[in-house]
């Protein structure tokens, strides 16, 4: 929870500062009356907080003052269950759980069961797996209930300058766009009874492009039959980062006297990337339900935003994935299981870095060397450089689907405020690994409370009195599947403490058109 902690040089006064910043976007001032009480405050944030295994963390310490009413969130997504809801093996046999990674040495990142087209042997699966970065292959996340169209998930191919092929990941992906295809008679795929399939690459194409000097790159789609590729060009974890640090700022008013900089938000980028987000998921929802093809999504090695278009795809598909049990099962299967990296992305174990001790310097240097370090740490954040706002990106989309849809959702916005604030609270022991084996290895399941069980017992708070389940048998209402507009994307304003009015009143757009035609004069 922790961002950085500051112990500062005396004031005037004689008290003795100690400035922390959270990752909820709290900022806490101690003022201290002796020197040796904040270094005992700073101290011991720095030995609680700067740890070297996930274990030492506060979720293996936290028990709750009361017993949750209920105690089988660890349950709550089982594999077997979750696709037979979607129609594996019950309205669709294309489809088959393959325990090739059963102790995750096929995969070490990718979960324990993969779900594969039923025609493709393990032993072929072994072979398309070195063509794909850390042996993501293609693996399916979901089954659309109308057309039996798929949404599968991979990393990139290793492409390479040579532009070396495999004639395995081709078959595989053949057999997952034909998993819904019918066939004649002789035994043949009738192919043109379903629109082009779509492979999405997730990144910028320059930025596809460029990995193939590391070995890796986009498919050569002349090797890829009846499907196209489009390219939503999300920003790498690097950009998102640092588009995070200036809508922080412009939110906090860091150099406004505390007032939101409205220019400053729209030059962070921020909505710029939400919207390319939503245009992405736009497109693979159009893609499954209206054109009925299967969709590949990718990026580089599929577990940031890959799991942000796949997961805001489903939510829009499917009304389950709305409900407040439907939500839980989403994330675990998503985000978890198929291996965000919680860890890094959220900076759990965090670097003394971070901790910066500038209680002896005196007069204007104090002042300056202040100033540099904030430069450092708020804007190019270099000491953590595999953070990233990727998770929470992720709820802020979900943030402009309930806007626009308002009574679709069974939860409600505090639901996804408590679920940004627990990311990084370690409270709970869900979100602190960056894949199931390590997660297996730890065995939170056994040793720490989930996240699941405290929202459940808390569910009063965080169900939407808005929600009408019926609007999804109403095909007036889309039967069931959302198509949000990505253009009205708003600042989340009650995610930093402020107003909507504040962040997204008129007068910040017409401030954002001047922005657009020239610099202002302030």
Not at 89 to 114: A, E
Not at 179 to 206: C, E, F, H, K
Not at 444 to 473: G, S
Request: proline residues 5%; contains cysteine.
């Amino acid at each position: 929870m922790i961002h950085t902690v500051e112990r500062r040089p005396p004031l005037p006064s004689g008290r003795h500062p100690l400035h922390i910043r959270c990752r909820d976007f709290t900022i806490v001032t101690f003022l201290l009356e002796e020197d040796k009480q904040t270094h005992y405050v700073y101290d011991a944030i720095q030995k609680l907080t700067c740890v070297d295994s996930p274990e030492k963390l506060f979720a293996y310490q936290f028990q709750p003052p009361e017993p949750y009413v209920t105690n089988n969130g660890w349950e709550v997504y089982d594999i077997v269950n979750e696709y037979s809801r979607m129609g594996v093996d019950v309205t669709s046999d294309s489809w088959r759980i393959s325990l090739l990674n059963r102790d995750y040495k096929y995969s070490p990142t990718y979960p324990r069961f993969l779900v594969v087209p039923t025609r493709m042997t393990d032993a072929t699966l072994n072979y398309a797996a070195k063509y794909r970065s850390k042996a993501r292959i293609p693996a399916l996340s979901y089954l659309h209930w109308s057309n039996m169209a798929t949404i599968t998930r991979s990393s990139q191919p290793m492409v390479g300058f040579k532009q070396a092929r495999s004639i395995q990941d081709e078959k595989l992906i053949e057999a997952i766009f034909a998993s819904n295809v019918p066939v004649v008679p002789s035994g043949q795929t009738l192919y043109g009874s379903t629109a082009a399939n779509l492979i999405v690459d997730a990144r910028p194409m320059a930025n596809a492009m460029g990995n193939v000097a590391r070995g890796a790159g986009t498919e050569n789609m002349e090797n890829y039959r009846n499907c196209k590729k489009i390219y939503v060009a999300i920003e790498n974890i690097h950009s998102m980062r640092d588009s995070l640090t200036k809508l922080v700022e412009a939110m906090q008013g860091t150099e406004t006297n505390g007032q939101v900089s409205r220019l400053a938000l729209h030059r962070s980028n921020w909505i710029k990337h939400i919207g390319t987000i939503m245009d992405g998921a736009l497109s693979i929802v159009k893609n499954v339900h209206v054109f009925n093809s299967h969709v590949l999504v990718h990026c580089s090695d599929g577990w940031d935003r890959t799991a942000q278009l796949v997961s805001i795809s489903e939510i829009c598909l499917d009304p389950y994935y709305r409900t407040y049990q439907g939500l839980q099962v989403l994330i675990e299967k998503e985000w978890v299981s198929f291996g965000h990296k919680f860890s890094d992305r959220s900076g759990h174990l965090a670097h003394d870095k971070c901790f910066v001790n500038l209680a002896h310097s005196g007069g204007n240097a104090a002042t300056n060397t202040i100033k540099d370090m904030q430069n450092k740490f708020y804007k190019s954040n270099y000491y953590q450089r595999e953070t990233s706002p990727v998770f929470h990106q992720f709820l802020d989309c979900l943030y402009q689907l309930m806007l626009q849809f308002p009574t679709r959702f069974e939860f409600n916005e505090t639901m996804l405020i408590e679920l940004h604030y627990h990311l990084y609270s370690c409270q709970f022991g869900n979100f602190l690994f960056n894949c199931e084996a390590e997660r297996t290895l730890h065995r939170p399941e056994k040793r720490t409370q989930c996240i699941w069980d405290y929202l459940n017992t808390e569910k009063a708070r965080f169900v939407n009195p808005l929600f009408d389940p019926m609007k999804d048998h109403d095909l007036v209402d889309g039967g069931g599947v959302l198509f949000p507009d990505t253009h009205p994307i708003k600042y989340w304003a009650g995610l930093f403490k402020r107003t909507d009015e504040e962040v997204n009143g008129s007068s910040v757009e017409g401030l954002q058109e001047q922005a657009e035609e020239g610099p202002l004069a302030l």
